[in-house]
């Protein structure tokens, strides 16, 4: 049986995290009890979410020619993602990301984007195949955005499933918008990109539909431990959350939601189900520090939802 294909078009990042009782406030400095550095990046970590889960995934990406970028891709590499496509830049540093998290566990995140701003549409079409072949196509904003439109474009095309994870938050052109099978912005997010308030979740029905009134096909507002909420047309469904009671890093888990939404719709489910799954994927990934680490594994799923019943 065919393996569930995923192509993801994004970041690769060195992250650098340590772990303290409270977040510093601005001029403040705090002792940490201990660190840790492994790889990152909303794309990499999507793509490790998608094949630890199971699927066939190739990731489009850049990594710096230095100590970090080759740790990067024998990262990837060990994950069983496809590297073909992450190419090496010798003129700039590899991305790194410094992650500080508390006991809450709440985090701050510092990007310093590096190779991954220097990506380009030329990487895309390059790997135009397999965005063709591919039945999902997961995208974020840690890369130039003509590059994402790029592979939007390209994913029209054929009609391949394509998912932009609207993050970090940044304005996105309506045009854009229109295009892509599935949005996914958190409520910061969502908030950004319409204009309206949603920390509710009355509020992010309205900024939901006001998304779809601007073109999107369908969209899900991430809402943490929540959950997500589904808008299609006019409808809007919420997904309850899946809360965890030994959670102690967040890290990574809208990336974890993410890939786990992103083979289950390579699979065929429902967007509902696909949502529903990807809650599961995304709470799971709370569990261990870090963000790969935490990628939950079919095993450690299937354990989960036996648990619950």
Known sequence: MKKPSVVVVGSCNMDIYSWTAHLPEPGETVIGDRYWMGMGGKGANQAVAASRLGADVTLV???????????MLETLASY???CGFVSTDPESGSGVALVTVDKVPENVIVVVPGTNMRLTTQDVIAAAEEIREADVLLLQLEVPLDVVECAVDIALQCQTTCILNPAPARPVPERLIKK??????????????TGLPADT???????GKALVK???QAVIVTL???????????ETIHVEGIRVADAIDPTGAGDAFMGGLGIALARGE????ATRFANIIGALSTRKPGAMPSMPTPDEVDAFIHSLS
């Not at 990406?61 to 740790?71: A, C, E, I, P």
């Not at 943490?224 to 006019?234: F, N, R, T, W």
Request: net charge negative.
């Open 61 to 71: 990406g850049r990594v710096g020619n230095d100590l970090f970028g080759k740790q």
């Open 80 to 82: 069983g993602v496809g």
């Open 180 to 193: 892509v099978t599935l949005l996914t912005p958190n409520q910061h997010e969502v908030k950004l990109l």
């Open 270 to 273: 429902s967007l509902e189900n």
């Open 224 to 234: 943490g431990p929540d959950g997500a909420l589904l808008v299609k047309g006019e």
């Open 201 to 207: 979740l009355e509020g992010a029905k309205i900024a």
């Open 214 to 216: 601007m073109g999107a």
